[in-house]
């Protein structure tokens, strides 16, 4: 293994580097480089200076990203880990940031092979993200400074609220004596469905067949069972309905 590691593209993460935030995504990423024979020191509490370091990664709430960074030694390169806040806050050091599309659970979190948006206030910490990306194994892609919010809803609505509608399905199931497992092989071949052909091919049921009565019977279901839960069904079934459309014209 090399002394520093290297990029594919032969670029050398200049050590050492400091994590600061012990919580799950900075034990992961410290991990990780060690793993990949980086030179890191940490994870550091939260106030650390990290005077030693060239690059200091902040693995801590987007609310404290300002105030840890204000902390920091200057001279180095600084990033963090949030796809919602911008660089600002790390100002005045040269700022970067590397957000995993990634549920991260801990040290033991593997990286490889996941995507990762990367931003950085110069070309040398655009590299740097870049660099640090790639050595733990993640394929980085660009997203600007104005594209930052959406990217990161577009994130929210694909994990945060496929757990929710999955959580609505599980509640309804309950109700008829059927359990989340039961609804496992569904929902896996429906994600699969939806990665291979997209969300217009993907899309099956009595939306998508036209089939109205079904779908008032349903309704009926969910206002005497969940009726706390008959605006999402409203709001789902004329957003599924705008998307079969969009698979009639295609076709």
């Known amino acids: 293994m090399p002394d520093r590691p290297l990029t594919p593209a032969g670029a050398v993460l200049d050590g050492p580097i400091a994590v600061v935030g012990a919580g799950r995504v900075g034990t992961a990423i410290a991990a990780g480089l060690r793993a990949a024979g980086a030179e890191v020191e940490g994870p550091l509490g939260r106030g650390a200076t990290a005077s030693d370091a060239a690059i200091m990664l902040l693995a801590v709430p987007d609310a404290e990203i300002r ?120 929902v896996l071949a429906t994600v699969q469905n939806w990665s291979d052909h997209g969300p217009a091919r993907a899309l099956t049921g009595p939306i998508a067949r036209g089939d109205d009565d079904t779908v008032a019977r349903q309704r009926a279901a969910v206002a005497e069972r969940l009726p706390e839960r008959v605006a999402l069904f409203d709001v789902l079934t004329d957003a599924t309905r705008a998307l079969a459309g969009r698979r009639e014209v295609a076709s």
Not at 85 to 95: F, I
Not at 145 to 170: G, K, M, Q, W
């Open 67 to 186: 105030a840890a960074a204000a902390a920091l030694a200057t001279g180095g390169s600084v990033g963090h880990f949030s796809g919602a806040t911008s660089l600002e806050p790390l100002a005045p050091h040269e700022a970067f940031s590397i957000h995993p599309l990634l549920a991260i659970t801990g040290p033991e979190t593997s990286f490889s092979g996941v995507p990762a948006a990367i931003a950085g206030s110069t070309p040398h910490a655009l590299t740097t993200a870049e660099a640090l990306a790639t050595t733990l194994g993640m394929h980085p892609f660009r997203v600007a400074e104005a594209d930052r919010a959406a990217y990161h809803a577009a994130a929210s609505i694909a994990s945060n609220f496929l757990v929710t509608l999955e959580a609505f399905a599980e509640d309804l199931a309950a109700t008829a004596g059927v359990d989340r497992e039961a609804l496992m092989p569904l």
